[in-house]
């Protein structure tokens, strides 16, 4: 079956350092690969994605990559900033999503 | 463009009353609808997908007697909380997707429930 396995939190980094948040995916067929940030109180919204492999989706500065040989689609940010602090979560999308467990970042100054 | 509203986005009710929160889509046609439950620090659990015009599907372990869920136009959802206990407190989100071939899902800004 379909599954998402999401590096685990919490993550605190220093401003300006490098992110990245790991996820691997296990599923059938040729699924679309997600990133989602949850703002404290808030819905999801969605951060980037990638429909195809070794696509790269990109988005206020988010990078993944889809991999289909790892089968990975790993997060990373290269100057993380303050108003980063969010969870990510990582989801694997056809007919039904799969959500990963999700991640906390905590950006200190 | 898609963007999916919920009401309320925070509800506080009694104990053995029923809630119900709306879920729409403003600007596009919501073939099929989605409601997730999320605890505190955890993912979002699928509780049941909804097609317009049609019953609703389930996932194991949710009690469809409690949650009810309509989809009653190609923009509205509603999912009805019946008998509301304190372990029903939750924060519940729906996600809407269109018609075509793309099986992107948008997701609502969620409702916060909870039960005294």
């Not at chain 1, 949850?38 to 206020?60: F, I, V």
């Not at chain 2, 999912?79 to 729906?94: G, K, Q, R």
Request: hydrophobic fraction near 35%; aromatic fraction near 12%; glycine fraction near 8%.
């Amino acid at each position: 079956g379909n599954s998402v396995t999401q590096m685990e939190g919490p993550v605190t980094l220093s401003e300006e350092a490098f992110l990245t948040i790991n996820c691997t995916y296990t599923a059938t067929g040729y699924p679309s690969l997600f990133w989602y940030v949850q703002y404290p109180g808030e819905g999801l919204q969605l951060l980037l994605k990638a429909t195809k492999a070794d696509d790269k989706g990109s988005n206020k500065g988010f990078e993944a990559t889809y991999r289909k040989e790892t089968t990975s689609f790993h997060l990373e940010k290269g100057s993380v900033q303050v108003s980063d602090s969010a969870v990510y979560f990582c989801a694997l999308g056809g007919r039904q999503f799969y959500f990963g467990t999700g991640t906390s970042l905590t950006v200190i100054p | 463009g898609a963007v999916v509203s919920q009401h309320p986005s925070w509800v506080i009710c009694k104990s053995g009353t029923s809630v119900k929160i709306e879920c729409r889509s403003l600007d596009f046609q919501a073939t099929t609808m989605f409601w997730y439950r999320q605890f505190p620090k955890q993912s979002l659990m699928l509780m049941a997908t909804s097609n317009e015009g049609s019953k609703a599907t389930y996932e194991q372990g949710v009690e469809k007697d409690k949650f009810l869920i309509n989809h009653a136009s190609l923009t509205l959802s509603t999912l009805t909380v019946t008998s509301a206990h304190p372990e029903d407190s939750s924060f519940y989100i729906c996600s809407a997707r269109g018609a075509g071939v793309s099986y992107e899902q948008y997701f609502g800004p969620g409702t916060r429930l909870t039960v005294t």
